[in-house]
């Protein structure tokens, strides 16, 4: 196999997102922790699916870029805070996909239980159709200093692959970026089952 650099890594990450319809207008973020205190993402306002490698760029864990005069994703605080929380997470990606945005809404706090679908068993952990996964949904806000702490607060119950923002789109992450893809995919097909099953028993 090729070896393949973080930078390139994002890119064809990005790309591949996109394709599936789940980066629309630039939206959407892709990070990859490369040490410990040191994040690769994606900067504010690319389009996802033609990244170069300068709409790629360090920060650190505060957000601060480090390699670059370009500002990062809007969202870079959601990723570090990702990262904070779990030292074992080594990617984190992002989506607004038409079914997680529009099942996000009403804007509520709240939360989808998932049980009964094999593709649960993508999850990290999972093993079985039968498991109960939660996936949290928190309304969406402009201010990312009160959702990291919402999000930090709920990080400190039941574990989960990943969340939505109402309206908004989906997170998820891994130990690394084939980790982390595998699990917003699951999430997203997921998303679509549920939208499909209240159009057919609504
Ligand atoms: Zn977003």
Partial sequence: MSPRTPVDTIIAAARWLDARGWMPATAGNCSLRIDPRTILITVSGAAKGALTRQDVMQIDDT????????????????????YRLDPRIGAVVHTHSVPATVLGL?????????????????????????????????????????????????????????????????????????????????????????????????
Avoid at 107 to 126: D, Q, R
Avoid at 169 to 175: E, Q
């Fill in 63 to 82: 957000c601060k870029p480090l390699d670059s005069d370009r500002a990062p994703s809007a969202e870079a605080a959601l990723h570090a805070s990702l």
């Fill in 106 to 202: 009403p804007a509520a706090a709240n939360s989808w239980n998932w049980t009964g679908y094999e593709i649960l068993k993508a999850f990290p952990g999972v093993r079985t159709h039968e498991a109960h996964v939660e996936i949290p949904v928190f309304a969406n806000r402009q201010d990312m200093t009160a959702l990291v702490n919402e999000i930090e607060a709920r990080w400190k119950g039941p574990p989960f692959p990943g969340y939505v923002l109402g309206g908004h789109g989906s997170y998820a992450w891994g130990v690394d970026m084939d980790e982390a893809i595998r699990a917003i995919e699951a999430l997203e097909f997921l998303a679509a089952c549920e939208l499909e099953r209240r159009r057919i028993h609504p």
